[in-house]
């Protein structure tokens, strides 16, 4: 293990970016990390046995700032493992995950951290709203999370996050570390980050900042369009995979450190709401079919409004 050391005194904010094959993305994401104004950080830098030049580019921004702890690991451990080493090599009060290829406003750390200080302990997460961009960094939409979960009962916050959760988007906003360290941490299969986000709610409240600080890409080589081949067990097992998702998010909150009335509501919350949810989704599928062909072409007075 190679490590470049950091200053001795310990940040308020520790960052984690767990990496494999970077180099596309690399640079601009340590040039956004280090240009942010909120500056008491620690930059941690996980590569997982990269095969590419993404180590020369680590090695080159820790020579020019004592923040950036470098480590390398001699076997590609996985994604999950990755991200979970990087949580727990941090120091600092607050913890956040960034990705190798998404950016970040200049003020978004400052944003984040300010709106965990206005919060009481309750509050877990802060994390800001999100504009989606492409592969060149030209801005594609602006999103919508809608993940401000603000009420003060486990089985309603895993209710109204089981309701709207869609891209996960509040994982790479700033948490309370000591809440992260409570739960398993990132699954080590596909949307191994939503079980992480349903405990998360279950132990506190999310805050959402209003301005659009994080640009998250989406790209052709992104683990997020390409997850069956990051988590190769789940590759080899293709069949059901809301069903299976659904049985491990019921099992890690069932299986929280909280009370079993606590965990308990939570998992039914989740249950009845994630039903409905999906059978919504189901009534969507089949009207949407009555109104296309085969083709995808809108058919002739299908189902028109006012008779």
């Given at each position: 293990?190679?490590?470049?050391?950091?200053?001795?005194?310990?940040?308020?904010?520790?960052?984690?970016?767990?990496?494999?094959?970077?180099?596309?993305?690399?640079?601009?994401?340590?040039?956004?990390?280090?240009?942010?104004?909120?500056?008491?950080?620690?930059?941690?830098?996980?590569?997982?046995?990269?095969?590419?030049?993404?180590?020369?580019?680590?090695?080159?921004?820790?020579?020019?700032?004592?923040?950036?702890?470098?480590?390398?690991?001699?076997?590609?451990?996985?994604?999950?493992?990755?991200?979970?080493?990087?949580?727990?090599?941090?120091?600092?009060?607050?913890?956040?995950?960034?990705?190798?290829?998404?950016?970040?406003?200049?003020?978004?750390?400052?944003?984040?951290?300010?709106?965990?200080?206005?919060?009481d302990a309750r509050t877990l997460l802060a994390y800001p709203r999100t504009r989606l961009i492409?592969?060149?960094?030209?801005?594609?939409?602006?999103?919508?999370?809608?993940?401000?979960?603000?009420?003060?009962?486990?089985?309603?916050?895993?209710?109204?996050?089981?309701?709207?959760?869609?891209?996960?988007?509040?994982?790479?906003?700033?948490?309370?570390?000591?809440?992260?360290?409570?739960?398993?941490?990132?699954?080590?299969?596909?949307?191994?980050?939503?079980?992480?986000?349903?405990?998360?709610?279950?132990?506190?409240?999310?805050?959402?900042?209003?301005?659009?600080?994080?640009?998250?890409?989406?790209?052709?080589?992104?683990?997020?369009?390409?997850?069956?081949?990051?988590?190769?067990?789940?590759?080899?097992?293709?069949?059901?995979?809301?069903?299976?998702?659904?049985?491990?998010?019921?099992?890690?909150?069932?299986?929280?450190?909280?009370?079993?009335?606590?965990?308990?509501?939570?998992?039914?919350?989740?249950?009845?709401?994630?039903?409905?949810?999906?059978?919504?989704?189901?009534?969507?599928?089949?009207?949407?079919?009555?109104?296309?062909?085969?083709?995808?072409?809108?058919?002739?007075?299908?189902?028109?409004?006012?008779?």
């Amino acid at each position: 293990m190679s490590e470049t050391a950091a200053s001795q005194d310990i940040p308020r904010l520790s960052i984690g970016m767990p990496l494999y094959n970077a180099t596309r993305y690399l640079e601009a994401s340590f040039r956004s990390l280090l240009a942010q104004d909120f500056t008491d950080f620690e930059l941690i830098v996980s590569d997982n046995a990269s095969t590419d030049g993404t180590w020369e580019i680590c090695e080159r921004f820790a020579a020019t700032d004592p923040r950036i702890r470098l480590y390398r690991n001699e076997r590609n451990l996985g994604v999950a493992a990755n991200f979970n080493r990087v949580a727990r090599l941090a120091r600092g009060e607050l913890f956040k995950w960034v990705a190798y290829d998404d950016l970040m406003e200049p003020s978004f750390l400052t944003a984040c951290v300010a709106e965990l200080d206005r919060s009481d302990a309750r509050t877990l997460l802060a994390y800001p709203r999100t504009r989606l961009i492409d592969d060149t960094g030209q801005l594609v939409s602006d999103y919508e999370d809608n993940l401000d979960i603000r009420n003060r009962f486990a089985f309603r916050r895993v209710g109204v996050f089981a309701w709207r959760w869609n891209h996960c988007n509040p994982i790479y906003g700033v948490i309370r570390r000591d809440a992260l360290m409570r739960t398993g941490l990132e699954r080590p299969y596909v949307s191994g980050d939503v079980p992480l986000l349903f405990e998360l709610a279950l132990h506190g409240q999310f805050h959402e900042v209003p301005e659009r600080l994080f640009l998250r890409r989406f790209h052709a080589a992104s683990s997020r369009e390409n997850a069956e081949a990051y988590f190769h067990a789940d590759a080899r097992r293709r069949s059901f995979p809301r069903l299976r998702l659904t049985a491990r998010i019921l099992s890690v909150l069932l299986d929280a450190e909280a009370p079993v009335a606590v965990r308990w509501s939570s998992a039914a919350s989740f249950l009845s709401v994630w039903g409905l949810r999906n059978a919504r989704m189901q009534v969507g599928k089949y009207y949407r079919a009555l109104l296309v062909d085969a083709n995808g072409e809108r058919r002739p007075g299908a189902l028109r409004g006012g008779g």
